[in-house]
């Protein structure tokens, strides 16, 4: 029984027997003779598109998931009511002022039942600030979800969050994920696993919410609504908000909590700006002589992050590079590589000297001593979010290790411009609000 | 227009060929970005049997195919290597049952069809269970998203494990799962009948339904898949 608590799942997908008392929801709601729409995902389905020999049609969006048939049915058991009961909670860490300003302004959020965002600049210690309302919320028994459009997210958030709540069973749920799911009050999931529950969770907080796959989906969003109870409140985390969400911000429909510094009370490492031209030919001389170089120097002090703005270019350079480094561990990154975690592990692990990588590692994980260098800085897919996500993976640890920011470029776009004025910006803001000790 | 394999829109350009030939296009395939994913067989340097990647005329197994079958002529035609990519592509396809990929090959898979206009067209079927199971016989899917006739000549008697849950030994060892349905006996004596599978792995399916058919005396017999 308990595991359909909260869920939403097709028969496939579910062990056991049923009671009488399960509530049953058919797959597809018809709204004409040409389109349905999927209960799953809320995508519209040309019938005709997706038509089986059988008759039956199925819902092309969501099907990684499990086919979704028109003849099948979702089946749900509603929430038990809350039940107080005692969480231990195991962490010593102090919040900042400006942390704890933010934390209470969350607990306050929550309890009012308002959609809150954290604007937090990277490195701020977004989740610490959680933890005081997760604590509250578990004790009085409310089930809470953190989901996240990244895996590596949901993958670093979950040991995390379980140092603090060591009594806890967390589901952590995603893709690849092959462990059975069980009912946990905490579920530490990717935004796409919330198209599984319905009306399940209290608290639900929202990792990321400007990182792909989730800007601009509706589905996705629509199963972060549903997966809501009607009396839950949720919370966006964040530190480049969109557009849209700043123009909610100025609606006063969504409330907002900036932190414009980091724990460690130093500024942003602002980005220096290189000229390079003819990035897109590797082996321009002397424009590779000027990566090289960079390099060498930052090399010394840390690990080095190598940002680029597609595959192809990643192995040209990756082969440059080896040969140029032969005494470091050269590695390379991408997407659809299958030793993708390992590789990421072993960076953490300070096993590899220089990184290089697309814009998959621009958010959600934290390296000890690296330095950043944003090779042809001006591509499309560096958009201003990005660019500063990626300034922001640097100096993130308690010890200054001098790590340093490099956006190599042959010509300045705007989503350049915006990302140093939007780091300084915050800088300024920190300054002001007295959250930096001087040098 | 969507790409139906990767869902991003697609920005064909029109040749001045596509714009002046007045028909329409087809649209419902793959984006050319994914199409680079799949390799194409190149037919000269393989195998006359099987059309595996080969130096000599006949490879090790189609020799001894031709002893198990010494009168059989055996001819196979592929379009594209199994590899990684087309895995991948069968696994939504066929696993996850994304009917609507049927007609990601509808392309070269027509243009490959338009050599052969007198055959008939037989897929090869699946088992009952698994066709409830998808909803769609993965062949003849392929064949009706490329547009192309096909005759359901052939009929399982066997429903077993799937293929792929097999190891290479276990499937060759296996019994004749085929017939020919009775009503399309007569039908086959003197044509010329193309198998369609989309697989070819050991070629144990398509010579157990080249064996079925032989016994009414086709003029010949040949069989296509997709991928080798």
Redesign the interface.
């Known amino acids: 029984m308990e595991y359909l608590w909260g869920r939403k799942v097709l028969k496939e997908e579910c062990k056991g027997s049923f009671s009488v008392a399960t509530q049953v929801f058919p797959a597809f709601q018809q709204l004409n003779h040409l389109k349905g729409k999927c209960f799953r995902c809320s995508t519209i389905i040309d019938k005709q598109?997706?038509?089986?020999?059988?008759g039956?049609y199925?819902c092309?969006n969501c099907?990684?998931l499990?086919?979704v048939?028109s003849d099948a049915y979702f089946y749900h058991l509603p929430e038990p009511p809350l039940q107080a009961r005692a969480v231990l909670f195991n962490w010593q860490g102090n919040l900042t002022a400006g942390q704890q300003k933010v934390s209470a302004q969350l607990r306050q959020a929550v309890a009012k039942k308002a959609p809150h965002l954290i604007w937090a600049v990277t490195g701020a210690g977004k989740t610490e600030m959680l933890f005081a309302t997760l604590h509250e919320k578990l004790q009085k028994g409310a089930r809470i979800a953190l989901a996240s459009p990244r895996v590596d997210v949901c993958l670093e958030l979950y040991p995390r969050i379980q140092a603090v709540f060591p009594k806890e069973t967390i589901a952590l749920l995603h893709g690849q994920q092959t462990a059975e799911y069980r009912y946990t009050k905490l579920v530490i999931c990717t935004v796409h696993q919330l198209w599984r529950f319905y009306q399940a969770f209290d608290l639900l907080i929202v990792d990321e919410v400007d990182s792909f796959p989730f800007v601009n989906n509706r589905p996705l969003y629509y199963g972060v609504q549903q997966a809501l109870k009607t009396s839950g409140s949720l919370v966006y985390l964040t530190a480049t908000p969109t557009k849209e969400l700043q123009v909610q911000i100025k609606k006063k429909l969504l409330g907002v909590s900036v932190l414009p510094a980091r724990y460690h009370r130093r500024l942003l490492p602002v980005p220096n700006l290189m000229w390079c031209s003819h990035w897109q030919q590797v082996s321009h001389t002397h424009s590779l002589k000027k990566v090289l170089a960079l390099i060498q120097r930052l090399i010394k002090q840390n690990k080095v992050l190598l940002f680029c703005p597609s595959i192809k270019l990643i192995k040209l350079l990756y082969e440059q590079l080896s040969t140029a480094f032969p005494q470091q561990s050269v590695e390379m990154v991408y997407g659809d590589d299958n030793a993708r975690l390992e590789k990421v592990k072993a960076m953490r692990q300070e096993q590899v000297d220089l990184l290089i990588t697309t814009t998959i590692l621009e958010r959600g994980v934290t390296f000890e001593r690296v330095s950043v260098i944003v090779y042809g800085a001006n591509h499309q897919v560096f958009s201003a979010a990005a660019l500063v996500q990626i300034a922001g993976r640097v100096d993130r640890r308690w010890h200054y290790t001098e790590g340093e920011v490099w956006f190599l470029h042959s010509g300045r776009t705007q989503a350049l411009n915006e990302a140093v004025q939007q780091i300084k910006h915050m800088n300024y803001l920190a300054k002001a609000e007295g959250l930096i000790d001087e040098v | 227009m969507k790409c139906n394999y990767c869902g991003q829109a697609q920005q064909n350009k029109l040749s001045l060929k596509q714009i002046f030939s007045f028909t329409a296009l087809v649209t419902e395939g793959m984006c050319q970005k994914c199409q680079a994913q799949f390799h194409l067989l190149c037919p000269e340097k393989s195998c006359q049997g099987c059309h595996r990647p080969s130096e000599t005329q006949y490879c090790l197994d189609c020799q001894k195919w031709q002893q198990l079958y010494p009168d059989y002529d055996f001819h196979h035609d592929a379009l594209y290597q199994y590899d990684q990519a087309m895995q991948e592509w069968m696994k939504?396809y066929k696993f996850?049952?994304?009917?609507?990929l049927k007609s990601s090959f509808a392309l070269p898979l027509k243009k490959y069809f338009a050599t052969k206009r007198s055959w008939f067209v037989v897929p090869i079927p699946v088992s009952q269970q698994r066709r409830?199971q998808r909803?769609?016989?993965q062949v003849?899917?392929l064949l009706d998203g490329a547009g192309i006739a096909y005759h359901l000549f052939l009929e399982r008697i066997v429903d077993d494990l799937p293929q792929a849950q097999r190891t290479r030994q276990q499937r060759l060892t296996l019994k004749q799962p085929f017939q020919v349905s009775p009503k399309f006996k007569e039908k086959i004596k003197n044509c010329s009948i193309l198998l369609v599978d989309d697989v070819y792995t050991t070629g144990r399916t398509l010579f157990h339904a080249a064996d079925s058919i032989r016994k009414y005396q086709p003029k010949q017999v040949q069989s296509f898949s997709l991928a080798r």
């Open positions: 598109r997706t038509m089986l020999p059988t039956t199925y092309s099907i990684q499990g086919r048939t | 939504a996850q049952g994304a009917y609507h409830i909803g769609f016989n003849e899917g």
